[in-house]
């Protein structure tokens, strides 16, 4: 079974093609990806507007390259997936009507995918995980703990009631002057700081529940800039990349050995895996901190290699290939969904956090 899988939810223009085939190793036969970084890095963060005329741009090519260096033609696939959502509308709305008019043309299913999914199910396709597994998911829109039970279906555990943790990243990264995107600048600066120098806060941490916030410790990076005038020397700014990184590394462990209590009382001996997924699982930092977290709570610790956890064509068509194992495909009426969450139920819920 052979998927092509498309992405342009955000500034990422992706297209690969997976195929259904036992070592995890061989199924990507293509990865094609166009990062617009240089577009939007000016502005400081993503444009909207920019991101849809880019994947306009950018996509017949990136398609026409997937298909090439898997060596396959169009009609050789068995179905087109991409993703519907959640996401910047006008990008979203770009590769899911190219995606439609593939299916059409080829007479293939359509896969309308939720991108959130495509991150949940990426451990799948590195590593093949088992269901169920509890998901740290952490990227530059999203934050939050997931039970992940089968395909479609998630329990939302926790998430953040203001800032995701890579627009923390991407926010302070602004503040000190690195550009966009802002996490693997910090990571990056932050490894000739010293993590002890700026005691910045650790929003929630000890609080009861898995959720999450950002928006006082950017504002605390902020407060410590000041305080350090109009010119802070290069090691002032790797010395506080290096506080802010520890701070949300702090953070993080307890939240998910919080999730991690959560996820057993659903699961309990069921489900020794976490997952973590999303941009900022590409923070060698964090790994590491999970690793051991995931070592003392008796878990296997599975984290995507760093191009599959940020955005990609590969995590979206294997999405498309576990739903259609399944039957799960999508008329060409699906419409492309600005919000989209995998847990609806859990939207209506009060944040725990907030309470306590
Ligand atoms: O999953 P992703 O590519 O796009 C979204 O769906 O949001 O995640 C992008 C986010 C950005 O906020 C970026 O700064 C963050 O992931 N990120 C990182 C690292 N690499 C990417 N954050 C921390 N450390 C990194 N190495
Ligand atoms: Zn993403």
Redesign the pocket.
């Known amino acids: 079974m052979l998927v092509l899988g498309i992405e342009t939810?955000?500034d990422?223009t992706a297209c690969a093609v997976v195929r259904d085939t036992a070592a995890p190793a061989d199924r990507i036969l293509s990865h094609s990806l166009f990062s617009q970084v240089r577009e939007h890095a000016p502005y400081g963060g993503v444009v909207p507007e920019i991101a849809s005329r880019a994947h306009i741009e950018h996509l017949d090519f990136l398609v026409d390259e997937a298909l090439k260096s898997a060596g396959i033609e169009l009609d050789q696939v068995d179905a087109i997936a991409a993703t519907a959502g959640p996401g910047l509308i006008g990008g979203v709305m770009v590769g899911l009507m190219t995606a439609k008019a593939l299916a059409y043309a080829t007479g293939k299913p359509l896969i309308a995918v939720n991108?959130l999914e495509g991150?949940a199910l990426s451990a799948r396709l590195s590593d093949d995980t088992p269901f169920p597994y509890l998901l740290l998911l952490v990227?530059?829109?999203?934050c939050q703990f997931l039970a992940v039970e089968d395909v479609g279906r998630y329990q939302r555990l926790g998430t953040t009631i203001d800032d995701a943790v890579?627009?923390a990243?991407?926010k302070t990264a602004k503040l000190l002057g690195l550009g966009y995107?802002?996490?693997?600048a910090?990571?990056r600066l932050a490894r000739q700081g010293d993590a002890q120098r700026f005691p910045l806060p650790r929003p929630l941490k000890g609080k009861p529940g898995c959720d999450f916030s950002f928006s006082g410790l950017k504002t605390a990076v902020r407060l410590v800039l000041e305080s350090l005038g109009d010119s802070p020397t290069e090691q002032d700014k790797a010395d506080l990349a290096a506080s802010f990184q520890a701070a949300v590394l702090d953070v993080i462990i307890d939240r998910t050995r919080h999730a991690i209590a959560a996820f057993d009382s659903i699961h309990g001996s069921k489900g020794r895996h976490l997952v973590v997924a999303?941009?900022?699982a590409?923070?060698?930092a964090?790994r590491d901190s999970l690793r051991q977290l995931a070592e003392k709570s008796g878990m296997s610790l599975s984290v995507p290699p760093p191009r599959l956890?940020?955005?990609n064509g590969a995590m979206i068509a294997w999405v498309g290939l576990e739903r259609l194992r399944r039957g799960l495909t999508d008329g060409l009426d699906v419409s492309a969904r600005a919000r989209w969450p995998l847990d609806p139920a859990a939207e209506a819920k009060p944040f725990a956090g907030a309470k306590a």
Do not use: K, R, Y
Request: hydrophobic residues 20%; charged residues 15%; proline residues 7%.
């Open positions: 939810s955000c990422e991108h991150h990227s530059g829109g999203h890579g627009e990243f991407d995107p802002g996490g693997p910090i990571e999303g941009g900022v590409a923070n060698a964090l956890c940020t955005d």
